[in-house]
């Protein structure tokens, strides 16, 4: 059983900054890309970073030179830097494991979502 774990969510005010956290747990042989996604109320869930396992980046243009994906490999989890949060990142956020390899078996797992608000 592989379980996704985030942490790190909150209220922040505009500008400010938020640290997400994601940590895959289980017998987990290897994982592939790691990635963060985001829904806001009302929209559809969006890519919002996402890392490879041989360290190649992709980025939603409204979040790019703002946040900033990185892993560790060794713990099999994943994070998210989030700075000069703006009104319009507030969401919840969720954590995407790709080509999660346990024994026997290969697929994606997803986290349980965590709450960003950014509000005045």
């Known amino acids: 059983q592989v379980q996704l774990v985030e942490s790190g969510g909150g209220l922040v005010q505009p500008g400010g900054s938020l640290r997400l956290s994601c940590a895959a747990s289980g017998s987990i042989f290897s994982i592939g890309a790691m990635a963060w996604f985001r829904q806001a109320r009302g929209k559809q869930r969006e890519l919002v970073a996402a890392l490879t396992s041989g360290g190649s980046t992709n980025y939603a243009d409204s979040v790019k030179g703002r946040f900033t994906i990185s892993r560790d490999n060794a713990k099999n989890t994943v994070y998210l830097q989030m700075n000069s949060l703006k009104l319009e990142d507030t969401a919840v956020y969720y954590c995407?494991?790709?080509?999660?390899?346990?024994?026997?078996?290969?697929?994606?797992?997803w986290g349980q979502g965590t709450q960003v608000t950014v509000a005045s």
């Open positions: 995407n494991a790709g080509n999660v390899q346990t024994v026997g078996v290969r697929r994606d797992y």
